[in-house]
């Protein structure tokens, strides 16, 4: 029997039989498209090749994150049950969602003083929040106690690469992180940003590269460089990716052919659509554990 309920959000970005086969309940973010309002439900209401060619055709998203009433409503009925929670949230650097969890929390443990509640931020994003879930959810079912485990993610979060390209600025564009011009020119001359999560959970662009199949040799550089035992990383590597499952596809086909040692194949995934609303199509997204992010 699991010794404590663990549960998350929809930007974990992870199947919805994921969940259901490891029992992680999940809370969905909230967006608006085209006027309309969405529950981020893993691709249910929307699918995900429809939600990226709306965007590819214009429409711009806008995401509202999980409430505090969300939070007591998922977690009272264990408290009632007698059972702990240990919740992981999206990176403080991209969302308040964190702050609306704890002070769910505080308010449900007035009610239930003998339980525990212990909510963490992940520091990360998409399938690497995800993989920070799986290696939580790995801990609950050896038999770590609710403390082991909130402790070794704290612990061990900020070890979790997140790696990140795109092959369409448009997203760039539209959110202002770009120029008219530097879009222009970009996008003609093939220009791929490649970013990754700080140690505070913030996204930072790191280098451009001129052409798709640069970047993808790059990204793989970086877990070469990063990665816990260079090319004998024995740990899971996950892949998310918004509308270009092609491009993961090879760089999860150059991971396996160099890293021979990984734990099972790349588990590849859909960017959802809270992150992808910022990403728009085009972005792939590599996620393994290997030497502390700094900065």
Not at 39 to 58: C, M, N, P, T
Not at 167 to 180: A, F, N, P, V
């Amino acid at each position: 029997m699991a010794q404590f309920v663990l549960t998350c959000c929809s930007t974990a970005d992870l199947p919805a039989e994921y969940f259901e086969a490891h029992q992680i309940p999940w809370l969905a973010f909230h967006f608006t498209l085209d006027g309309q309002d969405y529950e981020d439900d893993l691709g249910k209401s929307v699918s995900f090749d429809q939600f990226y060619e709306r965007i590819a055709h214009g429409a711009e998203p806008v995401t509202s994150q999980v409430n505090i009433s969300q939070y007591e409503g998922c977690w009272e009925p264990f408290l009632q049950e007698g059972k702990d929670i240990l919740h992981l949230t999206l990176s403080t650097g991209l969302s308040g969602t964190f702050n609306s969890a704890c002070i769910a929390r505080d308010q449900l443990l007035e009610k239930y003083p003998e339980r525990q509640i212990f909510v963490i931020d992940s520091l990360g994003a998409s399938s690497g929040y995800g993989l920070l879930v799986d290696t939580a959810c790995s801990l609950r079912d050896a038999g770590a106690s609710i403390t082991e485990a909130a402790d070794w993610i704290t612990q061990h979060r900020l070890r979790l690469h997140h790696w990140f390209f795109s092959t369409d600025l448009t997203s760039y564009l539209r959110g202002g992180r770009i120029s008219k011009t530097a879009y222009a020119f970009g996008t003609m001359l093939g220009i791929c940003p490649l970013l990754n999560m700080d140690h505070l959970g913030r996204l930072i662009p790191r280098d451009k590269y001129r052409g798709k199949k640069h970047v993808i040799q790059e990204i793989v550089k970086r877990m070469e460089q990063h990665a816990d035992g260079g090319l004998d990383y024995s740990g899971k590597c996950f892949i998310s990716n918004s509308a270009c499952y092609v491009d993961a596809r090879a760089v999860a086909d150059l991971i396996e052919a160099r890293f021979k040692k990984l734990d099972g194949k790349v588990m590849i995934n859909s960017v959802g659509t809270t992150i992808g609303s910022h990403t728009g199509p085009g972005t792939v997204a590599l996620f393994f554990f290997g030497d502390e992010r700094k900065d």
